[in-house]
C-alpha cells in the first residue's frame, strides 16, 4: 500500500551524505589511504604487442635487482581459467581469463608482475624482464573475426565454454531472439526503414583509478581492501584462483572515488594477492592513468543494424536489430551487455493497435573476440549503444513520413499494464518469466520535458533556427525516449541487518556498496523512515565481507530497489520489538489509561508514541532492553530477491548550435525529464542524473578510444581523451516525474543509469535539425558534421 507521502519524515528528503564531512575533510577513507609496516609496491609488465606467444621470458635479473621482493609470470602461478566480470554464480560466460598465460592478447595484456620496496625500484625491474614474443596475426576489425581462416585467439585447451559462446569461431557469446512474427511484420508495411549505426569503445574515467591493497592478518586470512564495486563477488570468484577457501579471505570495500561499471570487475585483485602470497607482505597496486586507458575495461563497441517496418500513419509492424559487438581480448560481460542492448531499447516501442497486443520484435547479436583491451561493464550496461541506434532511427523514420517526431514514438510506446515483450524471451541469469510494467510516466516527462525546453517554440520554427548576425551558426532542438531496468529479476539479491544500541541509535549493516552515489545516505533514509528516527541515528556500514550481509553489489541499477528493500525489511523487523518493547513498558506505567497494543504504537521523531499520547523514548526503550527487565539485543534481519525489474522511462532534450563551415557543434542546454519512481532524496537524484548527462554528453560528441594497425592505442591520458571540463558544460536541466512503484515498498525505481541513454541521440537529432547533417556513428565531431553537410 501507498504510504501517504505527507507522513514521510525522511524518504523524498534532501538528505546530507552520511559520509560528507570525512569526505571534505579529507580523512583517510578510500582504498590507498592506509600505511603498513613492510609495504610492497607492485607493478605489472603489460604486452607491447597485440597478439603472440611467450616464447621465452628471463626474470633473473629483475630478481636479482637490490628492493625486488618478487617477479612472477605464468610458471610461477597455478593456471586457473576464471571470468573477471564481477556478477552472480554461475557467470554467464565463457571462462577465458588467467593471472598470467603464456600468451598475450592485447596491447596492455600482463606478462609479469613484480613486488618491491618502492616503485622506483618495481619499475626499474619491468625494464630487467626480457621477453621473447612469437607474434601471432591480430583481428582488430570484429567483422574479421567470424570470418572463414581467422586467428583463433582463444585456442587454450583449459578454455571453459559457455553454451552460448564457440572459441573456435571467435565467438565469446551469440543472441538469438525473435518476438512474434517479423517477417509477417514486414510484409504488412508500407515502408521498410533499414541502416548501420556505430558506436565506438568508451572509457569510464573515473577519478579514483583502480586501487588494491592485500595482507595476511593475524590470523593468517587474506585481507583485500579494493576499490570495488562488488567486494562479494571479488571473495568468491579470486578462491579457486589464489588456492584458497572463501572463508580464508575477506574483501573490504573503503570509500570509492568513482566506478561507473569499471570496477565491476576482479581486475587487479588478483595482481596483489599472488604477490603477498608470494612473499607473505602487504602489497599495493594502484593502476596508473595510461593503465586504464590500455589494460582496464572500457564500454563495448558496436555495429548495429536495424530495420523497421511501418505503416504509413506511423505504426511499427515490426522492428528488428543486429549487433555486432566487439568484446575484445576476453569475454567479460559480453553476453549480458549486449543482451541488456536488445532488452532494454528494442522493448521500448512495441507498435500501436493489433501490433501493441502482438509486437513483432527480432534481436539477434554475435560478440566477438577481437585483439583489443578487453570491454567490460559501463554505466548503462549496453543500453545506451542500443538507444544510439533505435532513437536515430525514429528520427528518420519520423521525419521520412512527415510526423511530428514525438508523437510518432508516443504511439508505439510501451504502456503501463503491458507485457514487457522481452520478458517471456531473455534474462540474464535465470529463465525468464512475464512481467507486467506498472508504472510508466512517459507522456508526462515527454509534457514536462517540452515545456521547459520550450519545444513547441521552438521546433519547426525557422526563425528561431537562425542565429542573428552570425549567418554561419545554425540552431537545432532533438528528443529521444528511453528506458532502463532496476536490477536483475529472480537473481541478484541484497541483505540487511540492524540493531539497536543503548542511546537508541541504531547500527546498519548493508553489503550493498556505494561508489560516491550516496546510496549508504539513501539505505540510511530509508531504514530511518521505518524505525522514526532522524539519519543521524543510523551508523552504516557497508561493504565487508567478514561483517556485513551479503549483496550482489553495485551494478545494475539496483541498491536503492533490492538492497533498499532489505533494508525495509531489516528495520520493520527491529521495529516490531521495539513497539512490542514499548507497549509493555506503557502498559506497566498504566496510569488509569487502556492497555497499550503494539500495533497501535507509531515510531516517530525518535519515540515510541501510543495512540492517546503517550510515548516512551527509544533511548528508554533501548536501556529497558538491553540492561533491565527481560533483556534483549533489538535487531532485524532482512535480504530481497525481486520477480521483477521495474523500468524507469525519460525524455531527453537537447539543443545546439552548429557551425556549418567548421562542422563544431555547441551542446547549448540538456533537459531530462525521469520517471524513476519515489526520489528518495532529491539532492542526490538530482547528482545521479546530471552526473550521468555529462558522462554521456563526451559520449555524444568528443570521447572514442582508437587503435592504430598494430592495436596500440592512441588514446592513453586526458590530454588526449576528450571529456569535458566544468567550464565547457552546457546548461543542465533535471525533471522528476514521480509514479508509485507497487513492488518497493517505497515505491522507488532505478535513477542511476538511465540518463546515459538518451543524450547522444538527442544531440544527434538536434544535429539534424540545425542544418541536415545526419550522422550515424557517434560521436557527433567537427570533422563529421563538416563531411555530411558537404556531401549534402
Known sequence: MRPERQALQRVGKPEIKVDAIKLVQGKPAFAA?????????AKVLHSPVAHARIKHIDVSKARALPGVAAVLTYKDIPRVPYSTAGQSDPIPGPLDTFSLDEKVRFVGDRVAFVAAETEEIAEQALKLIEVEYEPLPAILDPADALKDGAPIIHDEPDYVNFAESDPKRNLAAQIRIDIGDVEKGFQEADRIYEAEYEVPKVQQSHIEPHVVVTYWDEDDRLVIRTSTQVPFHVRRILAPVLGLPVKRIRVIKPRIGGGFGGKQEVLIEDVAAHLTIATGRPVMYVYNREEEFTAARSRHPMRIRMKTGVKLDGTITANAMYVLSDTGAYGCHGLTVTGNTGHKAMALYVGDGEYRKAPNIRFYADIVYTNKPPAGAYRGYGVPQGFWAVERHMERIARDLGLDPITFRL????????????????????EPRPEIIHTVGLEECVAQGKAVIGWEQKFGNPEWHQVPGKPHLRRGIGVAMVMQGTAIPYLDMGGASIKMNDDGS?????????????????????????????????????????????????????????SGAAVVKAAQQA????????????NQRGNGHGEVKPEDIRLVDRKAVAPDGRYVTMEEIALNSLHHADQEQIMGIGSHMSPVAPPPFAAQFAEVTVDIETGAVTVDRLVMAVDSGVIVNPITASGQIEGGMTQALGYAVCEELRYDEQGRPREKDWVNYHIFRANEMPELGTIFVETFEPSHPFGVKAVAEIPMDGVAPAVANAVLDACGADILDNPVTPEKVWRALRKA
Request: glycine residues 8%; without cysteine.
Open 33 to 41: 589511504d592506509i600505511e603498513m609496516r613492510g609495504m610492497l609496491i
Open 411 to 430: 504511439k508505439n510506446a510501451l504502456r503501463a499494464g503491458e507485457l514487457h515483450p522481452f520478458s517471456t524471451a531473455w534474462s540474464e541469469g535465470r
Open 506 to 562: 541504531f547500527n546498519l549493516m548493508v553489503g550493498a556498496t556505494d561508489l560516491g552515489t550516496g546510496s549508504d545516505t539513501v539505505l540510511a533514509q530509508m531504514a530511518a523512515e521505518v524505525l522514526g528516527v532522524p539519519v543521524e541515528d543510523i551508523i552504516v556500514y557497508s561493504s565487508d565481507t567478514d561483517f556485513t550481509p551479503f549483496d550482489k553489489g553495485a551494478y545494475a541499477s539496483s541498491t536503492t530497489y533490492i
Open 575 to 586: 521495529a516490531e520489538r521495539i513497539r512490542i518493547r514499548a507497549a509493555k513498558m506503557l
